[in-house]
């Protein structure tokens, strides 16, 4: 069993930070993807960024365009955790940001942003963005 708790969410202005961070637990594992994806009230959920690693040293990003350049992703594959620094953020970033767990590694950028790649999940924290 892994079991993954997400932290940092809460209110933030227009052009404010916010850092998120994940822990996964339970297990002990050295190939490792985790992920982020938010989602709004009825609507689909949306990937935000990824990263994959092999034995803790190769290692592949991916981010969604509506993120890149603003958000960035890290983790410390030893400890299985995970942060998202959000930077400019913007009123349509509000959501519930899930942290996602996977104990595969996904070389394929198409494979990082499948929600279904990822077997773990937390139970989400809230972002807002007021204008």
């Known amino acids: 069993q892994v079991r993954v708790v997400e932290s940092g969410g809460g209110w933030v202005q227009a052009g404010g930070s916010l850092r998120l961070s994940c822990a996964a637990s339970g297990r002990t594992f050295s190939t490792v993807s985790m992920a982020w994806f938010r989602q709004v009230s009825g609507k689909v959920r949306e990937f935000v960024a990824a990263?994959?690693?092999?034995?803790?040293?190769?290692?592949?990003?991916s981010y969604a365009d509506s993120v890149e350049g603003r958000f960035t992703i890290s983790g410390d594959g030893a400890k299985n955790t995970l942060a998202l620094q959000m930077s400019s953020l913007k009123p349509e970033d509000t959501a519930v940001y899930y942290c996602a767990a996977s104990l595969g590694f996904f070389s394929r950028d198409y494979d990082r942003r499948l929600p279904g790649q990822y077997a773990y999940w937390g139970q989400g924290t809230q972002v807002t963005v007021s204008s």
């Open positions: 990263i994959s690693r092999s034995a803790g040293i190769l290692y592949y990003t």
